[in-house]
């Protein structure tokens, strides 16, 4: 029998070719719900076959609900014998949850090829969804090119570029917000450009650290005006400075493990910013530490009501509020595959111990991580830690002398200058205060440091 490849059938020699198949799965679903790849004929349609085992098919299996996202309605697994020795697989996939993504990416598939799918087919995909935020994004604004961050745009278009989900060469503002969609007939900022790249801070979040469980008693209260990349940025940063850390003794390295996993946070972080309800006066997202707890939330509940548990499953695909800014949150990198943050969190916790749960309702999406009481109270690191901190070191005397060059320098600022991190740097600066070394005199926002 021979076989030829079309919209719906792919040809593939071996299992060695088993990741381009499911890339070839994802393309053909895009373009047509459905879609097949025979493993075991070649290129030319002529039978080879394959040793199939039940370790084999099972191997297919979990690649498939890994990498393919979401799921489809249907996948089958056929074997055909072609002789004693020979045998051939056939997977077949159907579904209608469109656009699906192979290993983070999004095909589509002309004629016989997989092709990577550019911005406007990606967002085509998501327009024709039943529940989009798109109406709000292209609304024109009063700004112009004259009013964005023009660094951070070029930023973006190189790192989009290097993350191979976009193939552009910058020439001028106007060109880019016009080829990713942010710029109005009338060559204004939509409120997804003005919100993304705006450099008239359009975007106001909330950030608050209490030593117990209550609001009640006096804390750290913080709020932040940006764009989007600007305030991802600072509200991981305020989590990341603001949780615990223990140390471990890794040969002659120290090692400080995050008493949640980084990459967890950011997640939930980009996700908050990534279905936001810009639109809602009044609200904004948040980002609260308590004693026990850490407080996520974004107004806007997750369209549809959906459990993110389903997310994680990948029984179903990302229902986006802001298509145009998830795009570009995509093409930066601070987005895998639509609807796969949620399963990456959920194995982050469960692998590291961590509990957590979510509350969706008419006004917003609230993440909590638990925090462990029994992580914060180690008193085995906390020996090590003392014996650590009570040095003085040469990091320590490079920070004390900016303190003394400039009193009120930021945290931010001394990691810059020092080539550092401001996990690193915060952890250095409260080391010296527990010292007495530097004492911190009035607000965080408006005080100064006095170096004793």
Known sequence: MMYKESQTIELKKSLKQLKEGIISLASMLNKENKGSVIFGVSDEGKEVGIDISEKTK?????????????????????????????????????????PYAAYGRYYIRINDADIMMSGDQLRTFFENKEDNY?????????????????????????????????????????DALTKLELLTENGHLNNAGLYLFGNNKPLLIKEANYPTDTRTEFGEIKEFRGNIFECIRESISYIQNHISYKSIINGVQREEIPEIPIRAIREIVINSFAHCSYGRKGDFNQYILF??????????????NINPEKFASGTIGSKLRNVLISQVLYKYGYIDAFGTGFDRTFTLCLNNGIKFNFHNDEFGFTFIFKRNKDFLDDKINDKINDKINDKINTLDEEIISLLIENKYITVLEIADKLNKSSITIYRHVNKLVKLGKIIRIGSRKSGYWKVN
């Open 291 to 304: 004693k026990s707890m850490i407080k996520i939330y974004n107004p806007g509940s997750i369209l549809r």
């Open 58 to 98: 099972q191997d297919v299996v979990h690649e498939i609900q890994h990498y393919l996202k979401p799921l489809p309605n249907k996948v089958n697994l056929k074997e055909l014998n072609i002789d004693n020795k020979r045998t051939i697989l056939i997977v077949e996939v159907e579904g209608d949850d469109t």
């Open 134 to 174: 798109l109406s709000w994004e292209k609304q024109e604004t009063k700004y112009t090119v004259d009013d964005i961050d023009e660094d951070l745009l070029i930023d973006f278009i190189r790192t989009a570029n290097e993350n191979g989900r976009l193939s552009y060469v910058y020439r001028n503002a106007i």
